[in-house]
C-alpha cells in the first residue's frame, strides 16, 4: 500500500529503518527481507538524501497539503457512486495514526489488545472536547459488544491486536480546511485507512473513506439485536407498552385523506441555530414591516428560521383573505435557546417563533413531514413511518441508511434553501395528490421494513456485519514491535491518551480511565462548527 502521507516530523534514521522492516515484515515476507538485506548499501544511502530536501513535505500538516494533486489521477464520477465499504485497503496501525490531523474532536483509535484481553480508546490531546464526543464514547463502548459477540474468534488472548479508528457526531469533527468548506472533494488521500463514523456523514466523498455507520440511537437498537436476536422496540410499532416505537397511520387509526394538510416540524432552537446576520430586524421594526425585512435577508437565514417565516408569511395570508383555508406551513420551534438572539429579534419583531410541543402521535396527524434536524424534533426514519408524505430536506450530510431512500419513490425532495418548498407543496396537494399519498405508503413500507426480523437482519448485514468485516480483514497488525510502541513513537501517536477501557464480556463493560479534568481541560465554552458551516 502506498503511504501518501508520512506525519513523522523529525524521524530518526535508525527509526526509518525499522519502521520500513517492519512494513517489509508484515506485508512481503522473508524473501523480500533478504533482498533488501543485500541492497543495504543503496537502502541507507537513500534513506539518508531523503532526509536532506525531500523531509520538509513530511513538516506539512494535512490541511496545507495539496490533496487534488495527490488524488490528481481520481475518476470523479466513479468516486461519487462508489461505496467506501467496497474500497477498503490493507491498513496498518500507522496508517490509522495519519488520521488524527484530519479531525479537530469527537475521533479516536480502538485497538484490541490480547495480552489484555481488552478494547482501548485512545483519544488525542490535540482535539478538542466537544459536540459529539459523549456520542463516541457511547457508540465505543456498544460497539466494542457487537464487535466480541460477532467475532469471538477474532477477539482471544492468542489473536493478533486489532485496531480501527471510529468517529461520532451529527457531523464529523473533522477540521474545517478550504477544501471542506468549498466541497472540493476529495480533502483527503485515498489510500487513508477507513473511518467508521457513527452519526451523519458528508453528501459528497470529502474522506472517502469515511463509512456511515449508525449513530447511538440506533447503534443500541444493532446492539440489541447483537445480544437478543430481536428487533428492538424503538423500531417497531407504537403501542401500549412501548410509546417510543414508530407511529404508522393503521396503529393509531390515522388515514391520508383526514390527515391536517399542513407542512410540519417542531424541533429546539439551541445556540448553535444562529444566523451569521446580527441585529438582522432593526429594534423598533416590527409587524409587516419586519417581514419585509426579513423577505430580504431570507437567503441569510438557516432553514428552520426560513420554515418559521414561511409560516408567519402563510398565517398573515390567511388571516388577510379570510378563505377559512389554514396557513400552508406549520414549522416553529417548540422551545428555544434563553440566549438566542435569533429568537430574541422575531419575538421583539412579533413574528411568532415558537409553538406547543408536539410528540410523534402529535405530528402523524399531519399530512406533510419535513425533516429539518433539531433537537427533541423526529428523525427522518421516524418521519418516513408517519402516514404522511415525507418532504425529505437536502442537506451537507446523511446517515447509514440513506441509500435505501429513493427520491419521488420514499420521499418529496426539498433543495437546501427550501426555495422549492412552496412549489413542493403545491404539487403534492393541488397537482399530483395521488403521487403523493403513493410516496407516503412507500415510505411507510420501508421504515416498517426496520422492525421486522427479516428486514433488520438485512439492515444489519449491510450497516454491521459487513463494513466490520471488510475493516477486520483489512488490518495487517505488527509482527516486529508492540502496538503500544508504534503509537508512543510516532509524532502523533505520543498524543493519544488512553480514555476508555472494555473486556466487552457483556453490553457497556467499559470503564473510563481518565477523570473529568482530563476532558474539561481539552472543553471548549462554544460550540459553533455545526453542519451549515460545511
Known sequence: MVTVHNNNHAVSFRTKSIELFDRLLRRDGGLLILLTLLAMPLLFSQLFLSDNGSN??????????????????????????????DNIRPYDLDDLLRVIPYYDHAMALLIYDPIDDRFFAYYSTNHRWKRGCEELTVSIKMIVYILRRLFPQRFTPTSPEFAMVISAGDVPGVRVTSCVKKKDY???????PP?????????????????????????????????????????????????????????????????????????????????????????????SDAMDVLRDHIDELIPQYKGVVYTANAER?????????????????????????????????????????????????????????????????????????????????????????KPYEHYIPIAPDLSDLWKKYIWAESESPGTAKKISEEGTKLAASFGTPEGFESIFEEYMRTPLLRVMEAYEPSMYKPWRTIVSDHVEGSSMKPIVRCTASGPYDCQNIVGKKFFQELRVDEDLIEEDQY
Open 317 to 405: 395570508e390567511a388571516r388577510e383573505t379570510q378563505s377559512g383555508k389554514l396557513p400552508w406551513a406549520n414549522i416553529k420551534f417548540s422551545n428555544h435557546a434563553k440566549d438566542s438572539q435569533m429568537y430574541l429579534q422575531f419575538r421583539q419583531a412579533g413574528i411568532p417563533v415558537t409553538r406547543e410541543y408536539m410528540d410523534n402521535k402529535d405530528l402523524a396527524k399531519f399530512r406533510y413531514q419535513i425533516d429539518l434536524g433539531g433537537g427533541n424534533s423526529a428523525g427522518t426514519l421516524e418521519k418516513l413511518a408517519m402516514p404522511g408524505a415525507l418532504f425529505h430536506h437536502a442537506t451537507a450530510t446523511k446517515e447509514y441508511y440513506f441509500n435505501r431512500m
Open 56 to 85: 520538509r513535505a513530511l513538516t506539512e500538516s494535512p490541511a496545507m497539503m495539496n490533496v487534488a494533486e495527490v488524488n490528481s489521477h481520481i475518476n470523479m464520477t466513479a468516486l461519487l457512486e462508489s461505496n467506501p465499504v
Open 186 to 192: 476529495p480533502c483527503s488521500p485515498l489510500d487513508l
Open 195 to 287: 473511518i467508521l463514523h457513527f452519526g451523519h456523514v458528508f453528501q459528497l466523498p470529502l474522506f472517502p473513506s469515511m463509512i456511515a455507520m449508525p449513530s447511538s440511537k440506533h447503534l443500541k437498537c444493532f446492539n440489541y439485536w447483537t445480544r437478543f436476536g430481536s428487533v428492538c422496540e424503538e423500531f417497531q410499532p407504537i403501542r401500549p407498552g412501548n410509546p417510543h416505537g414508530f407511529v404508522f397511520g393503521a396503529n393509531v387509526d390515522l388515514a391520508w385523506e383526514y390527515l391536517v394538510p399542513q407542512v410540519i416540524w417542531r424541533g429546539e432552537d439551541h445556540q448553535v441555530f444562529q444566523s451569521i446576520v446580527s441585529k438582522l430586524i432593526p429594534r423598533g421594526v416590527t409587524g
